[in-house]
Each structure stands twice: as C-alpha cells, then as structure tokens.
C-alpha cells in the first residue's frame, strides 16, 4: 500500500511557463516532506523541504505548498528551464521534524521542459 | 565539502554470491541511510545507522544488513544474491538531527 502517492508519471512543460508536480500521502504522522531531483545514473538531489507545520516553502525558482488537511503537496517551479528536466521524487518522514531515518517516496514524475 | 561517495559505481554478479558495497558521508554527518531503486518498487528504504547503531531497518529479508563504523563510513552486504537483488544501491547521509538527506552517485548492482 503507497503511503505517498505521485499520481502523474510525466509532465510536459514549455520553457518560461510554471511547472506544478503533485503528490498525495495517506500516513498522518509524517510530520516533514521533502522533493528530490534525479538525473538518469546519478543519486536523487535534495531540492526543498517544508515542515508540517508550515503551509508554504520557497527557494528561488522552487516553492512547496502544503495542505494537510487534504494530505497533499505541490511544488512549483516558476520559470521552469531545459535544465529542470529530470525525474522528480516527493518523500514523506515522520517524527517530530521528520527526525526518522526512514524516507518513503513516491514513484516519481518525469519533468520535460521543452525549449 | 565533498560529497557522498559510493563504491564501487557498477557490479556484476552471480546468483547465490555476495556482495559488500561501501559508502562514505558527507564528512560531519553521522547518520547514513541505505535505499534500494528498483523500476516496479521505486526507492525503498534499506536500514539506517547512526554513530555504529542501527537505528532504523525497512521490510527487506535478513540477507541484507549493514554496518557503521566509527568514522561513520558505511557498508551494506547482501547474501545469497537473487535475480531480483538487482537495483541502484544508493547511500545517503545527514546530519544525526535533520531530516534532509545527501545522496550518493549510487551502486548499479546486476545479478545474473
């Protein structure tokens, strides 16, 4: 049973434009997600992370939302580059600031961003 | 500060073999976490260790354990090899109160 969910497999996006990636989790104690960036034979790259008790993250170009009422989160990337182009995994960890070891991810949506 | 190292980068094995793969962390992080990358189950969580402790351990059978050692270099051994033990191994470390994790360049392990 999927505790976190990355329901779309890919996404295509123009150049310039916002890319939105959406994630889905069932398990109410994870306290902390995070959103990874993975390129074909290389390890996942943290990008951003947010909290439960926050509803919104940025960092430059990326921001995360979160609802926890509806046990989702998105992240935006605004504007989205060819270079964004990549695998992007949501990860969910419970203990208070997600303090467990343990991350439990998402299958993962593959970003295009075409020029 | 450099990154997660991982060795070796690629492995080729035989069914009912074993195999040592080793991780090094980022230096000052004492937590080093294991995962297992396959197509159908995507990343699943191996075990973590924290200054020489398993601290954590996934759903993964008893041919898979791992160990730290006390400059918090890691290792994961997997026995009796099996057709379906091949993944991307990857390693990932943090420091012991945060949870963001760094991931490592990975072990490509096929199991023939």
């Known amino acids: 049973d999927q505790q976190v969910k990355q329901n779309s497999p890919s996404l295509s996006v123009q150049e310039g434009r916002i890319s939105i990636l959406n994630c889905d989790y069932t398990n109410s104690m994870f306290d902390y997600f995070l959103w990874y960036k993975k390129y074909p034979a290389e390890g996942p790259t943290f990008l951003i992370s947010?909290?439960?008790?926050?509803d919104k993250n940025e960092d430059g170009r990326f921001t995360v939302f979160l609802n926890k009422s509806a046990k989702h989160l998105s992240l935006h990337i605004v504007p989205s580059q060819p270079g964004d182009s990549a695998v992007y995994f949501c990860a969910a960890s419970e203990g208070l600031g997600g303090s467990q070891g343990n991350l439990i991810f998402g299958k993962g949506t593959k970003l295009s961003v075409k020029p | 500060k450099a990154g997660v190292t991982q060795t070796p980068r690629y492995l080729i094995k035989t069914r009912g073999q074993q195999v040592t793969l080793s991780c090094s962390p980022i230096s000052g992080h004492r937590s080093v976490s294991w995962y297992q990358q396959t197509p159908g189950q995507g990343l699943q969580f191996l075990f973590e260790?924290?200054?020489?402790?398993?601290?954590n351990k996934g759903n993964f059978p008893g041919r898979f354990s791992g160990r730290q050692f006390s400059n918090s270099r890691s290792e994961m051994n997997v026995s009796t090899l099996e057709l379906g033990d091949s993944a991307l191994y990857l390693c990932a470390s943090r420091t012991g109160g945060l949870a963001e994790q760094y991931f490592g360049p990975g072990t490509r392990l096929t199991v023939t």
């Open positions: 260790y924290f200054s020489e402790t398993q601290r």
């Open positions: 947010i909290s439960s008790i926050k």
